[in-house]
Each structure stands twice: as structure tokens, then as C-alpha cells.
């Protein structure tokens, strides 16, 4: 009987290590480090990229913006993920910055409120407390539900940045996915949410943000304004390798242009 | 040793059955370590993975701090919001669930009709079976706007609502151990009751349920193991701020903690995450206890 497991050990091991060898191949590697916002749509391009080119491995390291706009400035990534524009000196300091893509978040309430248009500075003011009721804003007299996402995700980080309300939001529900959302909106008449501009809205209003109407067009032209860029940060001076260069072209043309709408992002290239 | 001094030692060539036999128990013994290998694993993992972050935070500012804002510019990891609406919620599924569920199976037990108890136990099975996300789902469209209306709150999705939810969901668990412990109670001890003139409920309620008390406390204790560790369906009705618990506030439990910021969760937060998992877990083995100790003293009294 010990014989027998022997020999069966011994043809496992063997099998493992034929599976093994067969899948390594001399292959290269294009390194992202950044923007946790970026996850879907990096992940969806790099899906795409390596199924098309066997042989060239993108990684991704979801560290958030600064971090990766740092790792691209010293050389420890290939491209920096940033879901926003770069800054003045991070471009002074050798930095390239490139669009590509651009982040629409729509304003979502109940179907039933009447209100139809929001500032930012309202927004503002309806997630931090500071309005608390929906008649201060020409609506019905009914409290504010602000109902939000949870944190660490994007939607939740793009959403704060833009409006400023970062750290301060006084959520009454934090959910998970964007249908949570959408569904806890649909049913709550004082309820105020916010969702991606890819995900269907159909149970709910979307408000016009200071009298622009999110869609694909506005997002692209700048006219609304709950959006952001997502960047690819690369060193101005240093060209990339091969096969990060490849996958950069990738990312930036027309071919790529579905796959990121699929990931829920507006992309830019004509 | 050669395997055939193995096979004469052991006998196996006069007696293959006795191989046979031998190969069983192995292969049981195998599937039997499947089960402690995986306690180990999980256990191993958790307290290597979770112990970093609360010395990285400090003990007591992770246990007892009441600001959760892991993703604040200045991020806070204080726990005690989820500890206590683990242990408040919890504790009003216990107060709403339990009495429920206890005169429950003393009807069932002592005075249904055998037609009632058939259907009656049937449904009991059907509520057993459904999925926590089908609750969750009820809830979220059924509960929680039904709370906003009736209460007159903004916004349904409070520590009420989560209750409401656990309270149904342990009914199962404390109805069956209830019943088979009021069940086991000997007849003759109800007999005597009944002879000395006392009433049926009378009986029932002096005599039955005293001596079905440790098997009660087991269901009461099982509710609780199921209260404590539900996550999906409260995820969808409790809010998942990270509030001090309120009943008509929007709360996070310890197990919504972990499920709800997972999944983007990096650094410090995601090893704050396995921290909370570790906290939770000590929780559930201290119910595990409770209840080893429940059985075996309530297994000495006969």
C-alpha cells in the first residue's frame, strides 16, 4: 500500500511540475501603481491587453494617487495611476500627465422630489449636515437622507474630492454597491445618493448639477462638473519600455475606448 | 519496514476484510482532519493577520476608541461602535426572538393540536432554510421604508430594523432546541404535577420548563452564535455608518465592518479589517464555551 502512495506522490509532483514549466515563458512586464479609483478600469485594460499579447504581464499596485504619482517619479513603476489631474510641481518636477479617461458622477434623489437642479455648494451643504431640510433648497418639507458609499471606493473618493466634502459627509447609510444605493434612493423620498454615470438610474431622478445634465457629452466637453480625470503619470524625460509603451498606446486609443466604458468611465480618445 | 513484513504483521493476507476495514478508518480519519485542519488554518491566520494592526493602533485605542474613519486623511480606528452594536443588536434579537420563540415551542410541544404542530413545524423548517440575503432583500424593501413611515424617522435602516431582522432569523434555531429539550422533559414528572391537581399550565410552566432549563439556555445561547455572526442581511438594512449605536440610528456591526469595506480595502485598513475579523471571532469562541458548558452540565443531570 506504501508503494502504491509513492507512486502516486511521485506522478502528482511530476504533473505539477510539467503544468508548471509549461505556463513560464520569457515575458515582460508593465507595472501601474496608484489610483484605488482606477482598479476597474485598469484591471478591465490589462484583462484585455494580456489576453490579446500573451506574454507581457500588467500588474497593478492600488495605493491611491500621491503614491502612485510618486512611484512613477522615481522610477518604481512604469506608469502612475492618478484620479486626478497632476499638480503644478508634480509636473515641474519631470512629470507627463495623460487623460485617459474621464469619471462622471451622477446626483441621484427620489423619483418623487421635486427638486431638479442642485449647486455644488448645495450638495455640499445636503452631505454635511448643513442642510438638513429638502424645503431649504426648494424642495418639499422633508428631511435629507444622504446615502453614500463605502469607504474606499471610488465612487465615494471621486464624489468627496469634487465636492469638497471629504472626511465630512454625515452619511445615514453607507452601502456597498452602487444598486444598493440606487435602490435605498428609489424608496426614500428625502434620500440624496450619488452613482456612477454608467449604472442604470432609471428608478431614480438624476438632478442637473448648476444646470448641466450628466451624460457622456457634458462629461467629455467639462460642462459637468461632478467629473475627473483619470490619468496615467509617466516621467517626461525618460521614455518607457517597450512594452509599457505598447500598453500605454493601448490604453490611449480607440481600441481600448469600449473597455472603459464597460468599467464605468467616460473615455476620451477620438 | 518492508511492506511485506507490513501485510503479515498486520494479517492482511488471511484476512483481506481487515484491510479493508484498516483503509476505511484511514480514509475517515483523513476526512475527519479536513475539519480540524481547516478550525487550525482559519485560527492561525486570523490571529497572524489581525494582531499587527491593534498593536500598530494601540490595544485600547482600537477596542475603546469611537471614531471609525479608515480612510480619512487622519484615519481613526476605534472599534467600540461595532463591538456595541454587535453585542445591542444581538441582545434585542435575544429579547425579541427568544420569548417568541420559547412559548413557541412550548405550544408546539405541549398543547398543539397534531394537525397546527405538522404545518407549524413545517414553516419553522421553511424559515430555517432561507438564505440571510433573502432576508436582507425583505428587509431592505419591506422593513426598512415600513420603519421610516411608521416611526416617522428619516431613513429606515437603523440598529430597529437590524433587530427586527435577527429576531426572525434566530427564531429557527431557538424554536428546535427549545422543543426537543421540552421534549425530553420525562412524562411521569408532568404526570405527578397533573395528579397532585395543578393545571396543565400550571405544569407546563413549573415543572416542564424548569426541567427543561438547560436545553433553553442551549437555544438561547445558539440564537445568539447566529445573531452575532450574520452579516449579508443586516448589511442591507442597518445603514453601515459607523455610529454609536442608537436604535434608530443607522449602525455597523462587527461582521458588516469586515464585509463592507473588504473589498477596496488596502494597507492599514485591510489589516484593521482582519483585526475586527480576529475581535469577532473571539466573540464566537467565547459562545462556543458557554455552550460546551451548558452541555456538559446539562448532560450531567441525567
Known sequence: ?270 | MKLGEFIAQKGYKDNPRRLVEDLIHMVFLLLGLVAVGSVLVITIYLVVSGLPAIFKIGPIEFLFGTRWASTASEPAFGILPFILTSIYGTAGAIIIGVPIGFFAAVFLAKMAPKKVREVMELCIGVLAGIPSVVYGLVGMTILVPGIRILFGVPDGATLFAAIIVLAVMILPSVINVSLSALEAVPREYEEASLALGATSTETYFRVTVPAAKSGIFTAIVLGIGRAIGEAMAIMMVAGNVANMPSLFKSVRFLTTAVASEMSYSSGLQRQALFSIALVLFLFIMIINAILNVLKTSGGEKK
Open chain 1, 1 to 270: 500500500m506504501k508503494k502504491i502512495l509513492m507512486i502516486m506522490l511521485v506522478a502528482a509532483f511530476a504533473m505539477t511540475a510539467v503544468f508548471a514549466t509549461g505556463a513560464s515563458e520569457e515575458s515582460a512586464t508593465v507595472s501601474t501603481d496608484g489610483s484605488t479609483s482606477m482598479e476597474k478600469v485598469i484591471l478591465s485594460l490589462a484583462e484585455q491587453y494580456m489576453a490579446d499579447n500573451p506574454g507581457v504581464n500588467v500588474t497593478y499596485n492600488p495605493t491611491g494617487s500621491g503614491t502612485g504619482i510618486t512611484a512613477a517619479l522615481e522610477g518604481r513603476c512604469d506608469i502612475g495611476l492618478a484620479s486626478r489631474a497632476l499638480k503644478d510641481n508634480e509636473v515641474a518636477s519631470g512629470l507627463a500627465q495623460t487623460i485617459v479617461a474621464l469619471d462622471g458622477i451622477a446626483i441621484i434623489v427620489n423619483a418623487d422630489n421635486p427638486v431638479s437642479d442642485l449647486t455644488i455648494d448645495q450638495i455640499y451643504g445636503l452631505y454635511t449636515g448643513e442642510i438638513s431640510n429638502w424645503s431649504e433648497v426648494g424642495g418639499a418639507d422633508a428631511p435629507v437622507v444622504p446615502i453614500g458609499r463605502e469607504a474606499g471606493s471610488g465612487t465615494r473618493d471621486g464624489f468627496e474630492s469634487i465636492t469638497g466634502t471629504e472626511d465630512i459627509c454625515k452619511y445615514s447609510q453607507e452601502l456597498t454597491s452602487t444598486g444598493a444605493v440606487i435602490t435605498a434612493v428609489s424608496q426614500n423620498p428625502g434620500a440624496i445618493g450619488y452613482a456612477s454615470l454608467a449604472s442604470n438610474l432609471d428608478s431614480v431622478k438624476t438632478v442637473t448639477v448648476e444646470g448641466v445634465a450628466p451624460s457622456e457629452e457634458t462629461v467629455k466637453s467639462g460642462e459637468y462638473k461632478i467629473q475627473r480625470p483619470f490619468v496615467f503619470a509617466t516621467l517626461a524625460e525618460t521614455p518607457l519600455s517597450e512594452a509599457a509603451q505598447a500598453f500605454f498606446d493601448y490604453c490611449t486609443s480607440t481600441d481600448a475606448a469600449s473597455i472603459i466604458a464597460g468599467a464605468g468611465a467616460v473615455p476620451v480618445a477620438e
